[in-house]
């Protein structure tokens, strides 16, 4: 599934089918994502060398294949992960690819199952990879991921059943929340609802308990850890 930032434009490519067929999404959310007991913080360092900031991507994330080329780069993608990773408690999951690459003239853009950025400006690499994560593992947990895409991408997939789209799409209470305290674009899907929350709570946004319970309810990964940090801060 190739995802445009922008347009969010989907292709399929052999790639995404290979490696999606290792991860495939599961029937609830417990059986991707496991809480160890001894769960401590992962500590960032700048990597001297493209080298050793794959070798960190490999031993904490298990990305087989970090191919970045730009030391500051591949230095801002990992401490992006390991921030994911703290603030989910080390359940976030990674594909097994992750890849930057600079083009002119092209649009931001991520494909979930291999995160592949195409970037022309610095500033938007964190947000993309964050966002792409966050559909990454929204497709992990939740069986109903390919019903919760834009109209065309759900008939590109040859998907009838259109009851989770068509009930996000005619809530306008809802809508207008999210227009409010995420963004216009979030409104566009369930799914990009769900990633662009992600985004922001990865990014320390605070936001109303409605648009927790509206994250739980399109089956976002790692509500339970989100709301229990919302009540902690508003203790």
């Known amino acids: 599934m190739k995802i445009s930032f922008n347009s969010c434009s989907i292709t399929n490519s052999c790639i995404y089918h290979k490696l999606n067929s290792l991860f495939r999404p599961a029937k609830s959310e417990a059986d991707v994502f496991c809480r160890t007991p001894k769960f401590e913080n992962l500590q960032f360092f700048k990597c001297k060398t493209i080298k050793e900031a794959s070798d960190f991507a490999e031993k904490n994330f298990n990305i087989l294949n970090f191919d970045v080329n730009n030391l500051p780069d591949a230095n801002l993608m990992n401490s992006i992960m390991t921030k994911i990773f703290n603030i989910t408690e080390g359940q976030a999951k990674y594909p097994p690819v992750v890849s930057l690459k600079r083009q002119k003239g092209s649009r931001f853009t991520g494909e979930c199952g291999d995160i592949y950025i195409s970037i022309i400006k610095n500033k938007k690499i964190a947000d993309i990879l964050i966002h792409e994560i966050g559909h990454y593992n929204h497709q992990l947990c939740s069986k109903n ?91």
């Open 145 to 235: 991921y390919f019903k919760m895409g834009k109209l065309s991408e759900i008939e590109a997939d040859g998907i009838t059943d259109l009851s989770i789209y068509d009930k996000f799409m005619n809530d306008r209470k809802s809508l207008k929340l999210i227009k409010k305290y995420i963004c216009p674009y979030a409104t566009s899907s369930p799914a990009e609802f769900v990633a662009c929350t992600f985004e922001k709570i990865i990014n320390g946004k605070q936001l109303p308990p409605e648009i927790y319970d509206l994250y739980s309810k399109y089956e976002g990964p790692f509500a339970d850890i989100f709301k229990r940090n919302l009540s902690i801060k508003q203790v």
